[in-house]
């Protein structure tokens, strides 16, 4: 059963340009978490989602964020129009209750 | 205040010591309890869980809940200076809440041999 996978790995984006990161969840889970992290400081909640359904996206940015999960294919975190802020590592976590949580290896994101 | 606190650390253990992590929370519904470890650069492990007041044991791993005082904590028996990490607290909110995952912002632990 192989893990939540995130891809791209590695992200470089000039300012101004669109960021999209993809989370697969493990299979059977329906849950998926993103959560944001810059250097030396602890997971920053982004967004909960179920299939098809936004439960919580208090932790999001008001513009140029948005996030997704579709009834089939991955979890898409959508970044409009990159700032350097932006720069940080994302990780995607799934679970199959919304109790334990499983994390993907992260997209590092860096803005130009 | 923080919904899910910490000590940032670092916490300096010899090696063979018992490290003792804790963590407390805020929301007094919340039900389900986590402990991650994260090395430096990588993503967080899920090594314990807990649902129940009292200890919960995982080979060298010790978990316990109180949930009157609303902590949680983790102690790490005859550490190894693998065990050097940034170890996560996180705190699932009730469904009433819309069960969100909500981390504390780590407590750094150095073993040293």
């Known amino acids: 059963n192989a893990g939540v996978m995130q891809n791209p790995r590695h992200l470089v984006r000039r300012r101004g340009q669109e960021a999209r990161l993809r989370c697969s969840p493990m299979?059977?889970?329906?849950?998926v978490y993103w959560y944001r992290q810059l250097p030396e400081e602890g997971l920053k909640f982004m967004v909960y989602l179920q299939k098809e359904n936004i439960i919580d996206e208090s932790g999001m940015p008001k513009e140029r964020f948005s996030a997704e999960f579709p009834k089939e294919g991955p979890s898409i975190l959508r970044i409009q129009q990159v700032v350097r802020g932006d720069s940080a590592a994302y990780f995607c976590?799934?679970?199959?209750?919304?109790?334990?949580?499983?994390f993907g290896q992260g997209t590092r994101l860096t803005v130009v | 205040q923080k919904e899910v606190e910490q000590n940032s650390g670092p916490l300096s253990v010899p090696e063979g010591a018992i490290a003792s992590l804790n963590c407390t929370y805020s929301?007094?519904?919340?039900?389900?309890f986590f402990w991650y470890r994260q090395y430096s650069g990588k993503s967080p492990e899920l090594i314990m869980s807990i649902y129940s007041n009292g200890d919960k044991e995982d080979g060298r791993f010790t978990a316990q809940l109180n949930k009157a005082s609303q902590y949680v904590s983790l102690l790490i028996r005859d550490s190894q200076p693998s065990d050097s990490a940034t170890y996560l607290c996180a705190v699932n909110s009730p469904p009433a809440a819309g069960n969100k995952l909500t981390f504390g912002g780590g407590t750094r632990v150095l073993v040293k041999p």
């Open positions: 976590a799934s679970s199959p209750t919304g109790n334990e949580a499983f």
């Open positions: 299979k059977g889970h329906s849950h």
């Open positions: 929301d007094r519904g919340s039900q389900s």
